[in-house]
């Protein structure tokens, strides 16, 4: 695992020479910043670690005109180093690096006192002081000044031995094992193709891995790869910078604020939630047209300021931006926003939500409550809300995970603590669980529980409902939902499952004297009707669909019925009749004295029990049931 560090300082405060004089490498890589003497694209040198990693430096441009490669440098580095001229002082592009720095949530770094071999002590005294008030303003109070000159090496060794400290300080560790890369740099090289480099943000890589590009969604395999140019081998992990050679990628297809990721987690939205704050003196206007920073990317954007109105200088407040383009974000990630013309840095913050629908007016209000849930660290709040806003649907604890930028586990957390006052319960949906409200489920069982006394009151004589039928009273819910339900109801003792059929728990499950008492006076009354069949419509529906469901009547076609004491007499009739020989439909007719439809109905029946055995036109007498 690598660390890095990020540069930041006014033009000319000498960070490319501090870079030289630590790395023994020139950042500047292009022929024009040699020409011209200052740095115009991001630089990557490296220095090794006493533990075998590699702290690995990115060096931005210090030039006003070039603040957009500056954001993009230092959007991924795990500290500064603030570079202050001892000649200068404080300078503009001081003040600006800085502020980026805090909104970008970089919460550590060092600062170099250059040129200290150009003035003399009092001169170096009032350049710290004036460095101290820059970094106690903005949130750094106690941040190491190191005097050092890059030409003589005076403090150079106290300014290594420190950021090595810090280095090593570093906790880079990642909880979510899928990978992330932002990229900062696509070039070509002879032989080899298209090479993109970035700094792995989460997971790790290897060669062989397929990665999804975003924005665009294609897949590619890794070919080849470089870790820290070299300096590590195996995995690039989180915080190494590493160089990809991926196959079939087109120059084109790439470019600095493009990423990397693991097929299927990461998104590239054009609208988001966000929680930001303004610097002092820079105020929002509604809908001001901005330059929004994110990662190593930058889109034209429209700010919207979820109250409804202006957001006055130096204020905090949640704020909606509509993208020009999309950008591969996600909850968590910081970022800094620009005005579009001058170009100046106005603010930045903490994407709440990605990928939110527009603000309107009828539903500001709930809005702003998703918000605030997001930005306190309310995850029950939120997850509730949206529970109310889709309760049949329920929510996957992973996917509201991924939405708002939480870990698994902090997700679990949340939803554990739900299902531990009663607000909400997690129903099985196959081999994961879903959360749903408490109210909701409880509704949904009263609807079932009604249905199931209902249905008892009505067919007393039956063992219960079809578990087919369960679906047709709660039709406004998903399958899973249902089995979920009725696997909780079957858990906790409410129903009980008797077959292919659920009843109430206290529902009886043998008949009484009374009711046998009824059955056979039925059956009798069917009996009567003889080889003819009982028609059914002389019967009560509930009760003669009870008596097909416990076996006690058959059915010879729909609305004519009999019982299975007169099949076996029929069964009986033909084994005495026939013996083991063979008998066509017609003798069996006039041995039943029933007509030829009738003889077809029962030929059916007995063939389907097995009393009967079909032989083309011919029959023989098969098994009793007896």
Known sequence: MGVVAGTAGHVDHGKSSLMRR??????????????????????YVFMPLPDGGVLAFIDVPGHERFVRQMVAGVATVDFFLLVVAADEGVMPQTREHLDILRLLGVKRGLVALTKCDLVDADLQDLAEAEIEELLAAGGYAGSRIYRVSSLTGAGMEELRSALIEMAVLTDRSSTDGRFRLSIDRVFTLQGHGTIVAGTVLAGAVNQGDTLELLPGGRQFRVREMRVNEGRTRGAGTSGDRVALNLVGLEREEAHRGSCLATPGW?????????????????????????????????????????????????????????????????????????????VTTIGGGVILESDTAKVRLRNR?????????????????????????????????????????????????????????????LVKDGSSERLVPMEHFQTASGTIVSALRAYHAERPLSRGLPTASVPKVLTWLPQWYVKGLMAKLSEDGTIVKVGERVALSGHPAELTAAQLEEIETRLSEIDS??????????????????????????????????????????????????????????????????????????????????????????????????
Request: charged content about 30%; glycine content about 12%; aromatic content about 4%.
């Open 266 to 342: 990461l998104s590239a939205p054009t609208a988001l939630d966000t929680e930001m704050t303004l610097l002092p003196g820079c105020p929002l206007r509604m809908r001001q047209r901005v330059r929004f920073h994110c990662g190593t990317a930058e889109v034209m954007a429209r700010a919207i300021p979820m109250e409804g109105s202006d957001l006055a200088p130096g204020e905090t407040g949640y704020v909606h931006f509509q993208l020009e383009e999309p950008v591969v974000s996600m909850p968590g990630d910081r970022f800094v926003i620009r005005r579009f013309s001058p």
């Open 22 to 43: 630590l790395t023994g490498v020139d950042p500047d890589r292009l022929e024009e910043e040699k020409l011209r003497g200052i740095t115009i694209e991001l630089g």
């Open 529 to 626: 009707a003889g080889f003819a069949g009982f028609e059914a419509a002389y019967m009560d529906a509930a009760v003669l669909d009870s008596l097909l469901e416990r076996g006690l009547v058959l059915e010879l076609e729909k609305g004519i019925v009999c019982t299975p004491a007169m099949a076996r007499k029929a069964h009986g009739l033909l084994a005495e009749r026939f013996g083991d020989g063979e008998f066509r439909l017609g003798e069996m007719r006039e041995l039943m004295g029933i007509s030829r439809r009738t003889a077809v109905l029962w030929a059916g029946l007995l063939d389907g029990m097995g009393m009967t055995v079909r032989n083309g036109e011919l029959r023989t007498v098969g098994r009793s049931e007896e």
């Open 365 to 425: 209000d709930d809005r702003i409550r998703r918000v605030e849930m997001l930005a306190g660290g309310d995850l029950g709040g939120f997850l509730m809300e949206r529970l109310k806003a889709r309760p049949s649907g329920g929510l996957s604890i992973s996917e509201a995970a991924r939405e708002v930028g939480r870990t698994p586990e902090e997700m679990n957390e949340a939803a554990a603590a739900l299902v531990s006052s009663g607000a909400a319960l």
